[in-house]
């Protein structure tokens, strides 16, 4: 670790409170020392179904996953995929196996949400059935809508970018977007594509920790220019220092290991991500 300055730790207690108030089924390994919880966006495990996903995230020794539109549910379920529109025999099969593998359903992302309530709803009573800590979109479209029901149905909203040229890749647009809005409505920081648009993923986060809801972390060997995933640790991203900013705004919500790279053979490094995320929360105890 590159820092070890240490910060009050927040209760996880009050942490599984919140999530228990929702439904969550939480296990002592879906939240840390450190308050928060660590996940695996599901999209790290792209070439598998969800049950294999859920299956390598509980190999690698996280609490819980993130899920994304439209992956395979596998199993004996054919080509059913998972998403609000899946039938409650599926919903089912999917608690079930997150259930016996001692995980939770974090978050759910990166979905578009549409500007019609009535469409958009179906997206939030979804991740409210699931006992979710909140969504991830890119739809700042359809920000009125999404501050309603964020608000309504008492979820976090999570704004997520990509690299450059694309909408969100400047932390500025979302930040005056949601400004004096909804305390519901922040970021899902996605720190390598930050980096990748040529941004000091730690001065974005010093200046925007208290609207940080979720990450999709990363560590990179380069700033300004692509580069691939690297395990946690190994890259040039002070990722102890921007975990420590955002403790300092209380951040309780869910830091989702994204890996985009060796795609059907990435298991290894995502346990080594997830490693290093217990140690820190461990130092922090």
């Not at 108030?21 to 792209?46: D, H, L, N, R, Y």
């Not at 560590?219 to 220019?225: A, Q, V, Y």
């Not at 420590?244 to 985009?260: C, L, M, P, T």
Request: aromatic share 10%; net charge neutral.
């Amino acid at each position: 670790m590159k820092r070890r300055n240490l910060f009050t730790m927040i209760p996880a207690a009050s942490v599984l409170l919140s999530l228990r108030s929702k439904g969550a089924p939480i296990t002592e390994a879906a939240i840390t020392a450190a308050g928060f919880g660590i996940s695996v966006q599901c999209w790290s495990f792209k070439e598998f179904t969800l049950f294999e996903a859920i299956e390598m995230a509980a190999g690698a020794g996280v609490g819980g996953v993130e899920l994304f539109p439209d992956q395979k549910i596998g199993g004996d379920h054919g080509d059913a995929k998972i998403g609000p529109g899946m039938e409650d025999k599926h919903f089912e099969a999917v608690a079930a196996k997150l259930k016996e593998h001692g995980l939770v359903a974090y978050n759910y992302g990166v979905v578009a949400i549409s500007k019609d309530e009535a469409e958009a709803r179906k997206t939030f009573e979804f991740a409210k059935r699931f006992g979710m800590y909140g969504v991830t979109t890119e739809s700042l479209e359809a920000l009125d809508v999404i501050e309603k029901l964020a608000k309504e149905y008492d979820l976090k909203v999570c704004f997520h970018n990509h690299p450059k040229p694309t909408a969100l890749w400047n932390p500025e647009t979302v930040s005056k977007a949601i400004e004096g809005r909804h305390p519901n409505l922040g970021y899902c920081a996605d720190l390598g594509h930050w980096a990748t648009s040529g941004l000091d993923p730690l001065e974005v986060i010093k200046k925007n920790a208290s609207r940080i809801h979720a990450f999709h972390l990363k560590d990179r060997e380069k700033i300004g220019e692509w580069s691939h995933d690297r395990p946690f640790g190994t890259g040039i991203i002070d990722l102890v220092a921007i975990l420590d900013e955002v403790r300092k705004h209380k951040f309780a919500g869910n830091v989702s290991i994204e890996y985009e790279h060796n795609w059907k053979t990435n298991q290894c490094e995502v346990a080594q991500c997830a490693g290093y995320l217990k140690g820190y929360a461990k130092s922090k105890a």
